[in-house]
């Protein structure tokens, strides 16, 4: 069965509805076992949504969110910005990177990630950073893939849950691009 080809594109406030349902998706699979069930319940559609829709009506700084799609179905999320901590040392921030459990290892990950590090480059940031939750060994074994360089950690805040994060750096962009 061939694949249908992918297609990357800007999301648009149009597109909250689908991004909410998958971030959700995603979210959930990923982070059950390393949640409460207190932050695993808050973290829900609605929630979701209103930071989905503030994000595409005000984007911050620098901000890039991309989505994958396969045919008419959103199958990922990538979103880059100015960075929110001083850990990442002034790298651009990698936001968020979504992919659809139905279409992993086909290489929509390192697409999307590949178009951030161009969007960073192309606003002359001397390097892409993220935070992962510790223990989400998968996320981090696929930044490592990448190149990806863990170079200390922090806690991040959080809106609701403040999680201890690994800081994964790329110092040259053309690794992922």
């Given amino acids: 069965m061939a694949m249908t080809q992918i297609t990357l594109r800007p999301a ?13 998706s995603v979210w959930r699979a990923t982070y059950r076992t390393l949640v409460s069930d207190a932050v695993f319940a808050a973290l829900d559609e609605a929630y979701r949504e209103a930071r989905w829709k503030a994000a595409l009506t005000n984007p911050g700084r620098d901000q890039l969110v991309l989505l994958a799609e396969q045919g008419e179905r959103l199958v990922g999320i990538g979103a880059v910005g100015a960075p929110s901590h001083e850990a990442f ?6 936001r968020f ?3 659809d459990a139905t279409v992993k290892r086909q290489g929509i990950g390192r697409r999307l990630m590949r178009e ?8 002359k940031y001397p390097g892409a950073a993220l935070g992962v939750v510790a223990g989400n060994d998968p ?15 922090y806690v991040n805040p959080g809106p609701i ?17």
Avoid: C, K, N, Q
């Fill in 12 to 24: 648009a406030i149009e597109d909250v509805a689908a991004i909410v349902a998958l971030h959700v």
């Fill in 89 to 94: 040392g002034g790298r651009g921030e990698i």
């Fill in 97 to 99: 990177l979504y992919v």
């Fill in 116 to 123: 951030l590090a161009r969007h960073l480059a192309d606003l």
């Fill in 139 to 153: 996320a981090i074994a696929f930044y490592s893939s990448l190149g990806g360089t863990v170079i200390g950690s």
């Fill in 161 to 177: 849950w403040p999680s201890e994060d690994i800081v994964m750096v790329w110092d040259d962009l053309s690794l992922l691009a």
